[in-house]
């Protein structure tokens, strides 16, 4: 299999997610969005229930007046219609506020500002009959017909079961004064809404993480499409002018501090010592942030272990590495042994977090 054509082994890298971002391509639950709506609505919904109905029992009163005038002019029309708009707005507006917000909110919460409108052009492919067809039978729409029969069935079953409990009381509420009313029908709302919430809640989690994995996956990198991608990054001057200033940096500043903030130490075993630092959101490729032979080897090991920086045995790559200067980019031919160390480093540092979250 040619290089090209490699599997797509690697995570996508904070470039590629930038681009995707801008293309508006972002992973996103419409659970969660959904969630916060219904959940919050129906909260705001039980406790203006009471509001509602006296805003609904004062129009009422004016329908009852406005229906026993014997000569209703246009005048009087107009202002009922507009009596009526604002007993609809002032009644339901907390609760189709509230709504918006919530949308806003949980939006906000999953992809923060963004402003694109790649969604927005037009594409070709999406008037072709047969891709359109196609997109009905992908497991993507599967899954989200099966979760919403899940829904369906689920809410359907704890509405049942809201009625059932509280039968009795809904059928004496017709004897009851209509503020006593409201209230027994805010409490059945109630209830019905924190069991309600609890099953969105679950099913939102679940999918934000599952639409976060499999965007993720989608998108995974083979080593062939990132080294293509940093020779792209090469002739970018916003990338040069950045590499330059963080290799002044380096070069200028403390070689402890450089240690401390590396994420590996390749080592000789005994007399070569070179630091790594790879910063996702700066630079393209991997650093040389410090380095050293014998005596200067054996001090950079020492802050390596009293700062907990895992020092990796190489003997190839420790050699390779002690060759370049500090605050020079891991070259091209060393991109596979580089990914190697800090993978293995990476996956140190998830199982240390594992562990001290279970203690």
């Known amino acids: 299999m040619s290089d090209e054509g490699g599997e797509k082994t690697e995570e996508p890298t904070p470039e590629k997610l930038r681009k995707l971002r801008e293309d508006g391509n972002i992973p996103k639950s419409q659970d969660v969005t959904q969630a916060m709506m219904f959940v919050v609505s129906f909260v705001v919904l039980a406790g203006t229930l009471a509001f509602m109905g006296k805003q609904l029992g004062d129009f009422l009163i004016l329908t009852t007046t406005v229906t026993s005038i014997h000569h209703i002019d246009s005048a009087i029309i107009s202002r009922f219609c507009l009596e009526a708009l604002k007993t609809l707005l002032v009644a339901g507006g907390p609760a189709i506020l509230t709504a918006f917000l919530m949308a806003i909110i949980a939006n906000y919460a999953q992809v923060g500002v963004l402003f694109t409108t790649k969604p927005l052009e037009p594409d070709l492919n999406k008037l072709n009959p047969i891709q359109g067809f196609k997109g009905l039978f992908n497991v993507k729409k599967l899954v989200e017909l099966l979760k919403n029969i899940l829904k369906f069935i689920v809410v359907g079953y704890l509405a049942y079961k809201a009625m059932k409990m509280h039968f009795r009381e809904l059928v004496l509420t017709i004897r009851l004064p209509l503020s006593s009313s409201l209230k027994i029908i805010g409490k059945i709302i109630w209830d019905f809404s ?166």
């Open 194 to 359: 924190i069991n309600i919430g609890l099953f969105f809640a679950i099913v939102a989690g679940a999918d934000y993480f599952y639409q976060r994995k499999k965007y993720m996956k989608d998108n995974m990198m083979t080593k062939h499409d990132i080294k293509q991608e940093y020779k792209q990054s090469e002739g970018d001057p916003q990338h040069k002018a950045e590499r330059k200033r963080f290799h002044h940096e380096l070069v200028n500043s403390s070689g402890h501090s450089n240690i401390k903030k590396s994420d590996a130490v390749v080592v000789n075993p005994d007399h070569i010592a070179v630091a790594l630092m790879y910063d996702k959101e700066g630079v393209s490729a991997p650093l040389v942030v410090a380095k050293g032979e014998r005596v200067q080897a054996e001090k950079i090991k020492q802050i390596a272990r009293e700062s907990g920086i895992p020092i990796i045995r190489n003997v190839p790559l420790a050699r390779a590495l002690n060759k370049m200067d500090v605050g020079d980019e891991i070259p091209e031919d060393l991109y596979e042994a580089v990914a190697e160390v800090l993978n293995f480093v990476y996956q140190l540092s998830e199982k240390q977090k594992s562990k001290n979250k279970k203690k």
